[in-house]
Structure formats: structure tokens, C-alpha cells
């Protein structure tokens, strides 16, 4: 698979690109993305992402700026020469050609087509036409076609929204694979934090055509830049308090931080550079939900660095193979949990029953 | 659900009220289909003058079908697929033919395409003449019937996702190709619908076509001269005629262009 599809790719330069569609206009884009590595950009509808891909793509001019591929300008380059693989967010198949035809155009015209036959399992249906297929086989044609004739660069609008949920996973597993063996360089697109999470090496959060944060995958999303970018990143927790107290006197110094004058949690960890909490300040306090451990009630914490926060169960519900906890913190916010199912009966919680959620104070992280 | 919905009284209410007016459609050509006897439609089959005139008639209308499909399928992709400054006034002009009385289309043609009009005389000094021509019956046909193709082609590029002549072209196929490959099959349905009403506005027009081109006669001035000159009897037959003919013909486009979904394999999909 490896040797017949992947080929040498080159990186994505991005540089002050201005995109838009009438009088919507985007903010100047600066983006590297290197060869091979796949860059996921996370954002609501209307944040722009479908226009920046049509215009990597040609479709739409560029406003501004340039886009290179290695040292290859595509700016005014017309689609056809770009030299792009684009998966839309619907499959956008020919419908009155077979699969095969649907492969076979332009670019798969001379191309081995058998690796992806074989990877996307769509041999037998290489004579069918697209109205036979179902959902999950049509995208897995759109990808195919994408892929054929290995292109140096992947442009992939929301692969999974026209697919059923149950289907998701088996594509979005085949997909990681793919783009790490075809490791061709990759611009994604999506609304939903999990697949940029599972499948971007860089991931970008887009708002209202602005790029608010790009990075490393674990880095933006346990850093969220601010508070905007920290919602689009599906962060669970996110406690708005006020600065109580400064304690000084203890080390290192600790910042109590509070709601409604109600002490939550004493903030040990260095301070973003530049900033300095007097009392009053209001900071947000974000965790995901996944760091957040449930304990019996009056637990205390297991370690240093450890915060044991009392709270009741409001409500609890099976997420696929965990259950998510809602609960209520002694000061009236709310908090959400992950417990394993062995867990959860080990604790054997009723709803408004007590208990503590245990925190590691690195997970914590303070957004001034 | 639906069997419920059908049995309602808002339907029958409306199957009756749509009744009459498919009475109305229908009872006049069932009148004149009825009227001739078998030896009049032999009779008029066997007159050349209105053997002729259907010949004639049938060849101008193929004639502007033929130019509308060269002249509107062009116009009609650029209207559904751009948007520029004074798209609504040329959408304006393409429906003008459909809003001025036909009459008012042949004086307007004249002035025009005759030997003295502003296009007709240099025209005329290379041999091309309107007056009384094969051509000035194609050119009048043409001018009413061209808004049906244009509209309904229009109508069917608008059908087709654009993602899906994205798709070919980011595929590395350039725009000839791509409309040649994917667009007009696509549109076909649309295409072969407008070029049918183009057809069918053409072969029936009287008015545009009197005033430009009396003679050589085509079906509908020679079913008016005879009755105007034989009477009812021999138009009537005539007149069925190139109905017969004429719904023939139809019946023919109709199956040439209905939509086809193309046939895979029979083995149904699995998720």
C-alpha cells in the first residue's frame, strides 16, 4: 500500500491569503503545514473553511496573498493544474458513471488503482453507479478519487457529515490510515473536535475567517489560546471565577480563586507571562472533562498537586463506553465528569448524591 | 399516509376542478380528431400543396430546433452559472419573445431582416434573404421558440451541483472537457425539454412567420388559406392531418429524451 501510493510531497505555504464570497471577506491567513503532515482546521459553520479550501483549490480567487506548494506558486493557477486531491463535504460523484469512470478521470486516467481498491474495500463495486451505493460507500469513492494519482496536496471538506454516526468511526479509522500511508500533506476541515483531534498532526481553530489558534494537535488543545477558541475545541469545563485573595505568605503563592465569594480552588501554578491577579480580577478556569476524576464522597487528595473539589451528581449518561457526569460544585458551578464503567458502579451514585472530583493542578488551565 | 391524504376532500375538490380543465384541453382535439372522415384525411394526405406545407413546416421547426440548440444552450450556461451586472435585463430580453404578441414579432422582424432592414440589406448583397424564404420562416420560428430552449436548458444546468463540475475539474479535467464530459449529459433531461418546446412553439407559429414569409406555405398558413378559400371540411382535414404528424413526432422526442438512469449491476448495496 505504502510503496504504491505514497510519493514524495511537498509542504503547504499559506502566506496573508484573504479569501471570501461577496462582501464576506476573510482576515490574512499565515499557515505552514509541512509535507506529509496533515493540518486540521476546526471551526462552526460560517467560520469560512469550505471557501479557504475552494480557494487553495482554485474555485475561488485568492483576495490577497499567495499559496505555495514546495516551491510551486498555485495562487492563479486554474483547479486543474494545482495538481490537488479535494473530497467534498457531499461526495460530488459523477452520477452517470460507474465507480470505475468516477476514478478513472483526469489524473486516475493512467493511475494503479488497486491499493485503494483494496484499502477502501470498493472492488466490487467498481461497476456500479453511485445511486447504488450507500452513504459510507459513496464517501469512500469521493476519497478514492481524491487520492488517485497520489496529488501533492488532500483538501477534505467535512468527510464525515453526510455519513450515518455508526459509520463514522470505521471511516474515520480507514482515513487515519491512509493519510499515514499515502502521507500526502493534508488540509482537513471540520466542525467536530474529535476529528480534529484524531486526525490533524497540526491543528488550527478557525472563527469568522480568522485563524485564532494553529499548532500542534495535544498543544491547542490543552492550551486553548482563549476562551472562544477553548468552546470550539470542546473543552467541557470552563468556570468563570474571580481572584479572592492573594496568599503570599505561603510557597509557592497560591491565588484563591472563587464564585460568588465562594473559595473553589487555590491557583499554585506559574501565571501567564505579563499577568498579575490582584482581587477582583475575573479569570476562566478551564479543564476537560476527561481530566477530571470521580471519587467518593470526602475523598482527599491521593497526592501532591492533587484538588479535591466537593460536588453532587445532577445527572449522568452513556457516552459510548463511558458515562459522562454532570455535577454541582459546592459554589453552585457546574462541572462534567468521565467515569469507566467499573467506576461508576464502584461508586454506586445516586442523582444528588455527594461526591469529590479529583484534579491534577497541570490540567488545569487559566485564561486571563 | 398518503392512501389518506388521497382519499381527502381537498383532493377530490381539486381532481374535479382539474378535471375541467383537462376537459377543456381535450374536447376540442377530440372534436376535430372526429370531425374529418377517413376519405377526407385521404384526400388532404394526397394534395401536394399540403403534403408540402407539413414537409416545409417540419424541416423550417427542425431547422430552428437545430439553431437554438447551436444559439441557447451556450446563453443558458452562462445564465445559471454566472452572476454579472445586467443579468436580469438580458433574462429580460430572452422572455421578451414569450411577452410581445407574435403579430408584433413579425412587424418587428421585418424591419429588420427585409430587404430594406438594417440587417436584411447587407445580408441580402451576400444572397442570404428573409422575405418569403425558408430562411425568414427558420429566422420568425426561431424568435418565438428560442426563449423555451434557453429558459429550459437554464433550468437544467441549475440542476447539477456545482461541486460535481468541481470535482472534474480539480480532477485535472479543463472546462471544455468537463462540460462536454459531465455537464451535458447531465443536463441532457433539460436540454432535450427546452429544444422539444422550442420545437413545438416553432412548427405551430402562424403570426411571426405570415408576415415574414407568406409563401413558401407552411402548415398552419395553408390550413388558414384553405379555410378561408375551400372552408371548414378542408382545413379540418388538414388540420388533423398535422396534428397526427405533429403528435407523432412528439411522442418520438418523448421517448428520446426522457431521463434514463443508467443500469448497474442488480446486486443491491450493502452499508
Known amino acids: 500500500m505504502k510503496a504504491a501510493v505514497a510519493a514524495p510531497h511537498e509542504g503547504l505555504s499559506v502566506d496573508g491569503l484573504v ?34 479550501l475552494d480557494t487553495l483549490a482554485g474555485f475561488l480567487p485568492a483576495r490577497a496573498g499567495s499559496i505555495h506548494l514546495g516551491r510551486r506558486e498555485l495562487t492563479t493557477l486554474p483547479p486543474e493544474h494545482r495538481g490537488i486531491g479535494y473530497m467534498f463535504q457531499n461526495d460530488a460523484l459523477f452520477p452517470h458513471w460507474t465507480v470505475e469512470r468516477n476514478l478513472r478521470l483526469g489524473r486516475g486516467a493512467r493511475a494503479d488503482l488497486d491499493p485503494l481498491l483494496d484499502v477502501l474495500d470498493l472492488r466490487r463495486w467498481l461497476r456500479h453507479y453511485p445511486h447504488q451505493l450507500s452513504g459510507g460507500q459513496r464517501q469512500r469513492v469521493a476519497l478514492a ?3 488517485v494519482g497520489a496529488p501533492d496536496l488532500l483538501l477534505l471538506d467535512e468527510p464525515f457529515s453526510a455519513i450515518d454516526p455508526e459509520a463514522r468511526p470505521a471511516l474515520r479509522q480507514t482515513l487515519a490510515e491512509l493519510l499515514r500511508t499515502a502521507a500526502a500533506t493534508t488540509v482537513l476541515v471540520t466542525h467536530d473536535a474529535r476529528d480534529a483531534q484524531r486526525l490533524g498532526d497540526l491543528v488550527g481553530v478557525l472563527d469568522s475567517g480568522r485563524l485564532l489558534q494553529c499548532g500542534a494537535t495535544q498543544a491547542v488543545f490543552d492550551r486553548p489560546a482563549d476562551l472562544r477558541t477553548a468552546r470550539l475545541l470542546g473543552v467541557d469545563n470552563l468556570w468563570p471565577l474571580q481572584v479572592l485573595a492573594a496568599v503570599r505568605t505561603q510557597q509557592p503563592p497560591a491565588i484563591v480563586l472563587g464564585h460568588d465569594a465562594c473559595p473553589v480552588l487555590d491557583w499554585t501554578q506559574p ?24 471519587l467518593p464522597a470526602a475523598s482527599r487528595p491521593a497526592a501532591d498537586g492533587m484538588l479535591a473539589l466537593p460536588a453532587k451528581l445532577t445527572a449522568a449518561r452513556l457516552e459510548g463506553p463511558l458515562w459522562r457526569l454532570h455535577c454541582e460544585l459546592a459554589c453552585g458551578l457546574n462541572a462534567q465528569a468521565y467515569a469507566l464503567p467499573a467506576q461508576w458502579r464502584e461508586l454506586a451514585l445516586a442523582l444528588g448524591a455527594p461526591l469529590t472530583l479529583g484534579l491534577r493542578r497541570q490540567d488545569l488551565h487559566l485564561l486571563v | 399516509m398518503r392512501r389518506a391524504a388521497r382519499g381527502s376532500p381537498m383532493f377530490w375538490v381539486f381532481w374535479l376542478i382539474g378535471a375541467t380543465l383537462l376537459a377543456f ?58 452572476r454579472f451586472r ?5 433574462e429580460a430580453l430572452v422572455d421578451l419573445p414569450l411577452t410581445i404578441p407574435h403579430t408584433v414579432a413579425g412587424i418587428a422582424l421585418l424591419l429588420v431582416f427585409s430587404r430594406g ?23 420568425a420560428m426561431s424568435y418565438v421558440g428560442l426563449p423555451y430552449a434557453v429558459n429550459a436548458a437554464r433550468g437544467g444546468f441549475e440542476a447539477i451541483d456545482l461541486r460535481i463540475e468541481r470535482a472534474a475539474r ?38 411571426a412567420v405570415v408576415l415574414l414569409a407568406y409563401y413558401p406555405m407552411t402548415a398552419p398558413i395553408r390550413i388558414y388559406d384553405l379555410f378561408l ?32 438512469r443508467p443500469l448497474g449491476p442488480q446486486q443491491p448495496a450493502q452499508p
Not at chain 2, 437545430?66 to 450556461?77: D, E, G, K, Q
Open chain 1, 19 to 52: 479569501w471570501g464570497i461577496g462582501a464576506w471577506q476573510s482576515q490574512p491567513l499565515h499557515l505552514r503545514v509541512p509535507p506529509g503532515q496533515t493540518l486540521a482546521l476546526l471551526g462552526h459553520n460560517g467560520a469560512g473553511k469550505t471557501a479557504l
Open chain 1, 145 to 147: 478519487r481524491a487520492l
Open chain 1, 271 to 294: 501565571l501567564p507571562a505579563n499577568v498579575a491577579l490582584r482581587p477582583g480580577d475575573r479569570v476562566v478556569v478551564m479543564v476537560r472533562a476527561e481530566h477530571v476524576q470521580p
Open chain 2, 25 to 82: 384541453i381535450a374536447l376540442p382535439l377530440l372534436a376535430l380528431l372526429l370531425h374529418p372522415t377517413l376519405r377526407d384525411l385521404q384526400h388532404a394526405a394526397l394534395t401536394a400543396d399540403v403534403r408540402s406545407a407539413i414537409v416545409l413546416s417540419l424541416a423550417a421547426a427542425l431547422t430552428s430546433t437545430a439553431l437554438a440548440a447551436v444559439f441557447a444552450v451556450p446563453l443558458a450556461y452562462v445564465l445559471a452559472r454566472q
Open chain 2, 86 to 90: 445586467g443579468k436580469s435585463a438580458v
Open chain 2, 117 to 139: 432592414g438594417w440587417l436584411g440589406a447587407p445580408l441580402a448583397r451576400i444572397g442570404l434573404e428573409f422575405w418569403g424564404t425558408f430562411a425568414g420562416i427558420v429566422l
Open chain 2, 170 to 207: 480539480i480532477q485535472g479535467a479543463g472546462p471544455w472537457e468537463v462540460f462536454r464530459r459531465i455537464t451535458l449529459p447531465l443536463a441532457r433531461q433539460g436540454i432535450g425539454t427546452g429544444l422539444t418546446l422550442c420545437f413545438a412553439r416553432a412548427i405551430g407559429e402562424f403570426a
Open chain 2, 229 to 260: 378559400q375551400s372552408g371548414l371540411r378542408q382545413s379540418v382535414a388538414a388540420a388533423v392531418l398535422f396534428l397526427l404528424v405533429v403528435l407523432g413526432l412528439f411522442w418520438g422526442l418523448r421517448l428520446l429524451t426522457r431521463r434514463r
